[in-house]
C-alpha cells in the first residue's frame, strides 16, 4: 500500500468519516489484526535495548509473541518467541542476557540466531529429525536506531513503505545519539484510531490544549500528507518558553509531529536533543494500549528534559479525555458517522487507508 499526498484522491474525498461501527464492531477488530497490523511494520524497540552481545527483549505485534536478540556475531534478529517443539512460549521475561535461550517446557535451548542447540528429548535416531527445529525468523529492520518488524513474508522493504519519511529523520543529528531511556504505557477506553484521528488535526488544539496553542505558533501550524506517513509542525512563539527551556540554546526551535501508517507517531518537541514514539495498541475494539516511549541522550534528565516530558504527558492527557469521551459518541444511536472539515486532510488520507486494508 502506497499513498501519495491527499490531494491526489480529492476527487473522490469524502464529505464524512468513517461510519461509526469501524470504532465499535468486534468483527472489524479482529479483521484489523489480519489485515493492518499483520501487513504492517511494527516498531518494536531501539538498539539501545540490544546493546551487547547476548541482549533480548520480548514484545508482541498482533498478538503475536515476539523475541529481539543481538547474536555473539553482533548482528540483530527477531523471531517469533516460539518454540518449534510444541508451540509453548520460549522466553518469559521482557529483557535481559543469555548465552542461551531455553524452554521451560521441555528443555529445548536455542542459539542467539535462533539455531536449535540442544533437544534433550531427542535422542540417537531421533535427534536427526530435529535438527533443523530453529526459531522462526520475522523481517526485521532498523531505521534511525529504530527496530521495525513485519509479519508479511511479502511486505515492501521499510525504506520503500514510507516515502521519504526516513529522508526526513536522518536530518536530525542528534538522533544517533539518542537512546531508549523511558516508556509509560496507558490503557484507554477508546479504538485505536479514534487517537490516531485526533492526532491528525489540530482543529481541537485551541480549545483542548491552552498551554499548546500558548506556546507555538498556531498561525504558522502545517499538516502534510506524504507516502503513507503524515506530518505536522511549527515553531515556538518568539516570546515564550516553556519550563526551563532556553529556546536560544536548543537544537530544535520547532516542534515535528510525524504519524506513520498505521499506529506510529513520533514527536520531536523544541529543546534538547529529543524524540518520543506513541503506539496505539488495539487490545479490543473498543480499548487500546497507548506506549509511550522517551528517547534522549541520558536516563538521567535534565530539568530541561523533564519539564520537555511534563509538558507532552500534559498534552497526551487532554487527548485521552477526549477520545475517551468520543467512544461514548460512537455507540450511540444519534449519528453514524462524522464530517470533515477542510483542514482534516491527513485523516482523510488515514481513512482511506483504513478502508483500502479492509478491502472496503
Known sequence: MAYNKVENASNRTFERTLTYDKYTDPKIHEKELDLVFSKSWQLVGHVSQVEKAGAFFTTEVANEPIIVTRGKDEVVRAFYNVCPHRATKLERTESGNK????CGYHGWTFKLDGQLNKAPNFRGEDAACVQDAC???????IMESLIFVNLDDDAKPLS??????????????FLSE????????RLIKANWKAYIDNYLECDHCHVAHPDFVSTLDMNDYQITTCDNYSIQGTVVKPDKNYGTVDLNQAEMQGGSFFWLWPNLMLTIYPGPGNMASIQMIPIDH???MAVYTYYFRDEN???????LMTFAEQVRQEDIELVELEQIGFRSRAFNRGRYSSSEKAIVQ???MVLEALNE
Open 99 to 102: 548465552k542461551i535461550l531455553q
Open 135 to 141: 526459531l522462526r525468523s520475522i523481517r526485521m529492520e
Open 160 to 173: 520503500e513503505s514510507y516515502g521519504d519519511f526516513f529522508e526526513k529523520l536522518s536530518k536530525f543529528p
Open 178 to 185: 539518542l537512546k531508549r531511556t523511558h516508556q509509560k504505557t
Open 286 to 288: 473498543e480499548t487500546s
Open 301 to 307: 534528565l535534565s530539568q530541561e528534559e523533564k519539564d
Open 350 to 352: 488515514f481513512h482511506e
